[in-house]
């Protein structure tokens, strides 16, 4: 279809409502799902883990303890403007041990968050918008306390990372 105007559907007040592009009758329509949508009236919270980090060698480094005692759910998501990619690994904070890697059963064995190419980390390529991190970590979301580290395997890098956590108040 080449471009066209096409009249936005409204109500009895002239206002915009839901609605979505019909392909087969070549118009908007209402949106089927509009009575599905349901408004908490909640704030979403956004806290910034690593906030616009540097990278300049190749040792790794993690940010601070994170509390999610606090969220009923949550997402983690990375932003990269790096020229280089970056490793991502969820680091368990044990209360008085410190911090511990993580094992995960896979349904045939133990794997390890880690470093090396057979250990389970997220690599988020060089000048990445967004990454959403629950996809390749899952079990975070289950953890009250952990912290994430990062490590590039080329430096000196230019540009930075930011990872934030965002989500529903307890």
């Known amino acids: 279809m080449g471009y066209q105007d096409r009249s936005i559907l409204t109500d009895a007040n002239g206002l915009p409502i839901p609605q979505m592009w019909d392909e087969e009758s070549d118009q908007f329509i209402p949106y089927p ?4 949508v349901k408004l908490t009236g909640r704030n979403v919270i956004k806290r910034r883990i690593i906030d ?3 990278i ?3 040792s790794s480094f993690a940010s601070d303890k994170i509390d999610t005692s606090d969220f009923q759910s949550f997402s983690i998501y990375a932003r990269s403007t790096l020229d280089q990619d970056v490793k991502l690994i969820p680091i368990k904070e044990n209360e008085g041990t410190g ?4 094992n995960v059963w896979d349904g045939e064995m133990f794997k390890l968050y880690g470093w090396s190419s057979n250990d389970i980390h997220a690599k988020i390529p060089g000048n990445t918008l967004i990454y959403h991190l629950d996809n390749v970590f899952p079990e975070i979301i289950a953890m009250p306390n952990f912290s994430i580290q990062a490590r590039c395997d080329t430096a000196p890098t230019s540009g930075f990372i930011v990872v934030w956590i965002e989500g529903v108040p307890a």
Request: proline share 0%; aromatic share 0%; hydrophobic share 20%.
């Open 33 to 36: 799902k509009v009575s599905d």
């Open 52 to 54: 616009q980090q540097e």
């Open 56 to 58: 300049r060698n190749t």
């Open 99 to 102: 911090r511990t890697a993580l």
